[in-house]
């Protein structure tokens, strides 16, 4: 199956600053979704961006689709430290699992 | 709370051991699943059952069994625990009829560590 990859592979920022961390992927899709992985705990679900959108909000985050580049981005606006992370994207594969990219590790600085 | 819960939240064991955990989902889901996440956190899909069938097997080696009894719940035995099997095991469930896209819902994980 395939795996996605996520740059950076880990990126610290301070309080305030926007956080940015890209996903590319192999093959076509229905959706794209982004989760968050606070250490120790599970992967929670943030957002979903279908295949024929290609930009979404949802509070402090932007995520952004381009199909035609198989990549996705996701930004954190004003981070806090609560946003420490690691962040992981998803494709949707043909029997509804999800294909995870490799994650990236975010700390933000208080 | 509705959620999906998983026990045990740590597993430590002897290698050649059989071992179980137990998933269970109070979301009214009818697709539940089993991902490994292994050290280096990448996550990867295990089983899939849709209505208690068996829908993905994703070469896991036979020493790993699920088990659905009902449609919200979703168990994984292992047989002859080996040391590379040592992982955060992740059950997850989502509503895949009616059209939905496949947000899925995760447990809080269980560690297992093989010695």
């Known amino acids: 199956s395939q795996q996605g990859e996520e740059d950076p592979q880990a990126l610290s920022i301070q309080e305030g600053e926007n956080a940015t961390m890209n996903c590319s992927y192999k093959?076509?899709?229905?959706?794209l979704q982004w989760y968050r992985q606070n250490s120790g705990r599970g992967l929670v679900h943030l957002i979903l961006?279908?295949?024929?959108?290609r930009e979404k909000h949802s509070g402090r985050l932007r995520v952004t689709l381009d199909t035609s580049k198989k990549s996705s981005s996701l930004l954190i606006t004003a981070s806090r430290a609560a946003d420490t992370a690691s962040y992981f994207c998803?494709?949707?594969?043909?029997?509804?699992?999800?294909?995870f990219g490799s994650g990236t590790r975010l700390q933000v600085q208080p | 709370d509705t959620a999906v819960s998983q026990t045990p939240k740590y597993l430590v064991t002897q290698m050649g051991n059989d071992k179980s955990i137990k998933c269970e989902q109070n979301?009214?889901?009818?697709?539940m699943y089993w991902y490994k996440q292994d050290s280096k956190k990448f996550l990867k899909i295990m089983f899939s059952?849709?209505?208690?069938?068996?829908?993905i097997n994703e070469t896991v080696p036979n020493r790993f069994s699920p088990k659905s009894p009902d449609k919200a719940h979703l168990n994984l035995h292992i047989n002859s625990l080996e040391l590379g099997d040592s992982a955060v095991y992740f059950c997850a469930s989502s509503q895949v009829g009616g059209g939905a896209l496949g947000e899925q819902f995760f447990g809080p994980g269980t560690r297992l560590t093989v010695l």
């Open positions: 093959t076509s899709i229905n959706n």
């Open positions: 998803a494709t949707v594969g043909p029997r509804r699992a999800l294909t």
């Open positions: 961006i279908r295949s024929n959108e």
């Open positions: 059952y849709n209505n208690k069938e068996l829908i």
């Open positions: 979301l009214g889901h009818d697709t």
